[in-house]
T-cell receptor, first 117, second 115 residues
Framework: ETGVTQTPRHLVMGMTNKKSLKCEQH?????MYWYKQSAKKPLELMFV???????ENNSVPSRFSPECPNSSHLFLHLHTLQPEDSALYLC????????????????FGPGTRLTVL | AQKVTQAQTEISVVEKEDVTLDCVYE???????LFWYKQPPSGELVFLIR??????QNEISGRYSWNFQKSTSSFNFTITASQVVDSAVYFC????????????FGQGTRLTINP
């Protein structure tokens, strides 16, 4: 069983559409993340939620809107996107805290491949 | 500022060859974590290893081994007797011990193992 799942795996949307990406973690972690991976660019951290509160927003345009209703679920709401937003969107989760072999390590989902037409 | 450099953009070897992926990092922190992740064509980043800056012992896990050298700020990854299934993009990453949420990734090295 995969610890972090993402749906949909592929999404094609027009610039005027509204869609949402969903992430669910089954690892009992207390932090969740959204990353963007574009071609020929390093992985970019977009948002971090710790204990369901947003603790990081890396200057992401407002057309991306995250939501974390509980510690197991994370959404990324998309509206009026641009073609340059086409990318692989990866979700991750981790258990925060010092010490222990499994804390502070981020585990990733399979990603959603987004194409904006 | 933290930075991770993977100078090798692409590597191609024949199956059963040994291959080393280089990773050099920069940080002003005295304590930090280093990571390696594997991204196969399916897209998911698979966690391979985490090292704490306190521990400079090298590690071996099956065909994989990691060489951490604090003196040269390097954390290299070697695959012994490579297999076609090792073909993937490999990422080296760095984070603070406190504030480990901010992972800084290298550009990645695309490794192709040819039969």
């Amino acid at each position: 069983e995969t610890g972090v799942t993402q749906t949909p795996r592929h999404l094609v949307m027009g610039m005027t559409n509204k869609k949402s990406l969903k992430c669910e973690q089954h690892l009992g972690h207390n932090a969740m993340y959204w990353y963007k991976q574009s071609a020929k660019k390093p992985l970019e951290l977009m948002f971090v939620y710790s204990l369901e509160e947003r603790v990081e927003n890396n200057s992401v345009p407002s057309r991306f809107s995250p939501e974390c209703p509980n510690s197991s679920h994370l959404f990324l709401h998309l509206h009026t996107l641009q073609p340059e937003d086409s990318a692989l969107y990866l979700c991750a989760s981790s258990q925060e805290g010092l010490g222990g072999p499994n804390t502070d390590t981020q585990y990733f989902g399979p990603g959603t491949r987004l194409t904006v037409l | 500022a933290q930075k991770v450099t993977q100078a090798q953009t692409e590597i191609s070897v024949v199956e059963k060859e040994d291959v080393t992926l280089d990773c050099v990092y920069e940080t002003r922190d005295t304590t930090y974590y280093l990571f390696w992740y594997k991204q196969p064509p399916s897209g998911e980043l698979v966690f391979l290893i985490r090292r704490n800056s306190f521990d400079e012992q090298n590690e071996i896990s099956g065909r994989y081994s990691w060489n951490f050298q604090k003196s040269t700020s390097s954390f290299n990854f070697t695959i012994t007797a490579s297999q076609v299934v090792d073909s993937a993009v490999y990422f080296c990453a760095l984070s603070r011990l406190q504030g480990a949420q901010k992972l800084v990734f290298g550009q990645g090295t695309r490794l192709t193992i040819n039969p």
